[in-house]
């Protein structure tokens, strides 16, 4: 077999696996993670085949699913890798038995061929069930305790989810958080953030009546919710306080948390 037969052969290959178990498991994978677990599993296939150690092979999907996933139980790893050989099975055998059916000479281009075709196929269904999920997820707390972190100022108070609050930036596309002026500062607020050296910008939206407003926006130094650090979450800057809470929060900010 040609080297780079066999580097893309493994590596369609575990993609579609590593997928199907993210799709059964409803887990969620980092482009950087996955990338590393491809890598991974493909480097110590090579190096077991050849120093003659393929029996050891079984073991590179415990190393992988490692890699990719997130650290959890001891229950849930159990369940990724019984699904990941599962699905090796699976695979490797409906593609014979298709082949079979159809008289088909299934050479390696062929095979190749055939795995792109279920790639892209197992993509799309794992980027549905991603949007899907997270239309399913709900709020599970209303109130939150949150930190910004402004250059050398810090702010606390409670954050209020308020779930018919989806406000976007439209240049970043990034959730937005509000915050009174107050908080931040008494004088101006494009001085303040200046002395901070943080940089802002404004972005439209509408009120009730549809009368379109501009509200400023900028990214903290950093933000953390339930002393969990959350990134690409913008700030609004507006002019009144709130009751009983002291920011207000977009839905999609605490949905992982």
Known sequence: ????????????????ILNGVAILTEE????????????SSLVLSAMLFMI??????????????????????L???????????????????????????????????????????????VTLIYILKVRWLNSQQLIDQFIYE?????????LKGSGFVDTGNHLTDEKTALPIMMVPKEMLCLGEIEEFLNRQSISSWSTGYSVIN?????????????LLINDKVIQN?????????FYEYDFLLQPSIVRSI
């Open 233 to 241: 979450v913008l700030i609004g800057v507006v002019e009144n306080q």
């Open 75 to 121: 229950k849930g790893f159990i369940t990724k890798t019984l699904y990941f050989y599962c699905l090796s099975f699976i695979l490797s055998g409906s593609i014979y038995t298709i082949s079979h059916f159809i008289k088909f000479d299934l050479t390696i281009v062929p095979y190749i061929c055939v795995l792109m075709v279920l790639s892209f196929v």
């Open 28 to 39: 969620r994978m980092k482009l950087s993670r996955l990338s590393l677990g491809l890598l």
């Open 1 to 16: 077999m040609y080297l780079d037969l066999f580097i893309i052969q493994n590596l369609i290959y575990d993609y579609l």
């Open 146 to 154: 949150v930190r910004i972190f402004c250059g050398s100022t810090e």
């Open 210 to 222: 549809d009368d379109q407003q501009r509200l400023l926006v900028f990214k903290p130094t950093l």
């Open 52 to 73: 003659d150690f393929t029996a050891l092979a079984g073991g590179v999907p415990i190393v992988v699913l490692l890699i990719v996933f997130s650290k959890g139980n």
